[in-house]
């Protein structure tokens, strides 16, 4: 299972940063997953915040540009999610997915982030 990792509690415009690390698994395929990052706020639907592929061609959710950085090593099977300027309504829980050239996915256990203003 996926293991995401790095949340926390901070104030408003404060920073945080959550790791996934793949499974062993997927470790000798982990370059040709997808990897993302959604999350989940209170009472509201799971939501896309960050995805990126294969080629490192990266997409962000519009709330989150600007402020939100995907990355991937692919030789430590990890990726991150650096969040910066950290505002109230990013609190949810976040989740680290996979997906396969089959389409496949996976999704990690959730990584709780609180911002408090």
């Known amino acids: 299972q996926l293991q995401a990792s790095g949340g926390g509690s901070v104030q408003a415009g404060g920073s945080l940063r959550l790791s996934c690390k793949a499974p062993?698994?997927?470790?000798?395929?982990?370059?040709?997953?997808?990897m993302s990052w959604y999350r989940q706020p209170p009472g509201k639907q799971r939501e896309l915040v960050a995805l990126i592929t294969t080629d490192y061609t990266k997409t962000y959710a519009d709330s989150v540009k600007g402020r939100f950085t995907i990355s991937r090593n692919n030789s430590r099977k990890t990726v991150w999610l650096e969040m910066n300027s950290l505002k109230p309504e990013d609190t949810a829980i976040y989740y680290c997915?996979?997906?396969?050239?089959?389409?496949?996915?996976?999704w990690g256990q959730g990584t709780q982030v609180t911002v408090s203003s």
């Open positions: 062993r698994a997927i470790f000798s395929v982990f370059n040709v997953y997808s």
């Open positions: 997915y996979s997906q396969d050239t089959t389409g496949a996915g996976s």
